[in-house]
């Protein structure tokens, strides 16, 4: 088998041809029972912690606390009319419940409430696929991306008659792609990618296309469903709906039940294993476990419903996506500030993103007319065990694992919820691992990487808060001195790649003063304050420090600080 490790050049064939045989169109076409399925794996899962009339009856009372703060103090403009009533309506009946004085009959009240309200989050939450949707936007998504691409600033909508180039001379997609190809009609597949900006989404779903992989289910924040024709669209597409303002148990077990359901049912899957986007710009290490977990319990219960050899596998596929710039740069660092303790950096306006945002962020970024690589790493099992070409585990020392064994106990296969714990946070370890393996260094990266450790190397005495601190016209770096650091710097960078850690982007192949000029013109070109610019022919300076840590900080967990100590 040939495996595309350069670049792709062009849209590749879909594995399964027909959008009606994709997992998720039979999915879609199955709702009915796929949300009883799910419904009723979240009763179990939270009656196993509610175990009492007492502690459903509290928490029932505590869902309707925090519903109605919701709405009244924390609406926004996806959440619909008729939410207010039905909360109404369940208001009215746990105060029914209230005047019930046999225990029983309370309790068995109170579970109908429960369904009524899972039941409830479960239609807000689904999502559809229609495949005459998909075939529609995978014909018209390409030309909008191509031509935003080829915009420039100022130009306005002539891009929209401007000559078509591929829209992979700006994506560089890379990879084992034709072994993940191929995984995908052997098994289920689950993309993992970084998250560093609100674009990724888009972005992702375009590449995974792109690739030829059947459509997968995602969550989207519910806050994005607020232009009706980009909502029509994210739902006839997959796109499930997440609100990140609801935290209460039900509703959490009730996310975690549709990923593992539909994970079961064979849909392919893709979420962000952060959770969130990396407000400090550095690579996400520490990552949510929720949703990591569904990918082990659907493995179990695959291997528990079918032999060894007929249960579906799953295969981990973390990708990591390479940006010059993130528009939202200058709110997340000051976000990642205010989290660690810093009052002074608190920002102004943390905002809430909705579909109309995101529509202008596609504008400002492809109208800077930046590239980006986007790294597919080798495909896992759930457990972190590398891929054959098969689809067969292979352990750290080459010998070929059964899968089967790590649920079993004396010969049986069990349910052990502490082990599969243990699992997941073996498995975020490896996808940690392998973001930082299949990062690749453009030389924005490297140029704010250096540049900040100059200026920490400067002021020894300062911590970083203090640094952060220093005013923009104090901070000047020679350009000989930056040469000198670069070829320090990417000499270990060069090290690393070789032995298989890193990744680099061809332009660092070049010489420094051409990873200078390309990093000057692509860090943070779309911000009114840069993080680095040329003032003279000796100097460099920065115009926002914060934003230069913030890029600087992609570079973090190579230990490559150590060359300026």
């Known amino acids: 088998m040939t495996k595309i490790q350069e670049p792709i050049k062009n849209r590749l064939p879909y594995t399964i041809p027909d959008r009606n045989d994709w997992p998720i169109a039979k999915l879609s076409a199955d709702k009915e029972s796929f949300l009883k399925e799910v419904i009723e794996k979240t009763e179990d899962s939270i009656y196993q912690k509610l175990n009492t009339p007492e502690l459903l009856h509290n928490e029932l009372k505590s869902i309707l606390f925090k519903e109605k703060n919701r709405l009244t103090k924390e609406a926004w403009k996806s959440d619909k009319p008729e939410e207010s009533i039905f909360w109404s309506e369940i208001k009215k009946k746990i105060l029914d419940a209230d005047t019930i004085e046999n225990s029983e009959e309370q309790y068995k009240k109170n579970k109908k409430l429960m369904h009524s309200i899972l039941t409830h989050y479960a239609n807000e939450i689904v999502a559809n696929f229609e495949p005459k949707t998909h075939q529609f936007a995978r014909k018209v998504l390409p030309w909008v991306f191509s031509r935003l691409m080829n915009a420039s600033p100022g130009k306005r909508w002539r891009f929209l008659w401007a000559s078509r180039k591929t829209i992979y001379e700006k994506l560089n997609i890379t990879g084992p792609i034709e072994q993940i190809r191929e995984l995908s009609n052997k098994g289920t597949v689950i993309i993992v990618p970084t998250h560093f900006s609100n674009l990724d989404s888009p972005t992702i779903g375009f590449v995974v296309d792109s690739i030829g992989l059947p459509a997968m289910t995602y969550g989207a924040g519910i806050n994005l469903f607020t232009l009706k024709l980009l909502s029509r669209w994210m739902n006839d597409l997959g796109a499930y709906k997440v609100d990140r303002r609801k935290k209460n148990l039900p509703y959490l077990e009730l996310l975690k039940s549709y990923s593992s359901v539909a994970i079961q049912r064979g849909a392919h899957s893709l979420f962000f294993p952060g959770g969130t986007r990396s407000r400090s710009g550095a690579l996400e290490d520490k990552l949510k476990l929720g949703l990591l977990g569904t ?37 997340l660092i000051n976000q990642h500030l205010s989290i660690v303790g810093q009052e002074q950096y608190i920002a102004s306006n943390k905002g809430v993103s909705t579909s109309y945002k995101i529509v202008q962020l596609l504008f400002k970024f492809f109208k800077a007319n930046p590239g980006m690589t986007i790294s597919f790493a080798k495909p896992m099992d759930v457990f972190g065990n590398n891929i054959d070409d098969e689809g067969n585990s292979i352990n750290e020392i080459g010998q070929k694992v059964s899968i089967k064994d790590y649920f079993t106990l004396n010969g049986e296969l069990t349910e052990d919820r502490q ?6 946070r073996k498995l975020a370890e490896k996808i940690a691992e392998k973001f930082h393996s299949s990062n690749t260094v453009l030389t924005s990266h490297l140029l704010a990487f250096t540049a900040f450790e100059m200026i920490k190397n400067a002021n020894k005495m300062l911590d970083i808060y203090e640094i952060l601190r220093i005013p923009e016209d104090e901070i000047v770096i020679n350009i000989e ?32 003063d051409h990873i200078i000029t390309h990093g000057l013109k692509n860090l943070g070109v779309y911000h009114s304050q840069l993080p680095l610019i040329k003032k003279d022919k000796q100097t460099i300076i920065t115009q926002n420090i914060k934003l230069l840590f913030f890029y600087h900080n992609r570079l973090e967990g190579y230990q490559l600080e150590k060359l300026f100590v």
């Open 419 to 424: 082990r599969e714990g243990v699992y997941t």
């Open 295 to 331: 990918a082990i319990e659907a493995q179990r219960v695959n291997l528990e419903r079918y032999t060894e050899d007929s249960a579906k596998k799953i295969f981990i596929v973390p990708v990591v996506l390479n940006y010059h710039f993130v528009i939202e740069a200058e709110s």
């Open 481 to 512: 001195a930056l040469k000198v650091a670069i070829e320090k710097v990417k000499t270990k960078i060069m090290k690393l790649r070789d032995e298989g850690k890193i990744q680099v982007s061809s332009h660092l192949e070049k010489d420094t």
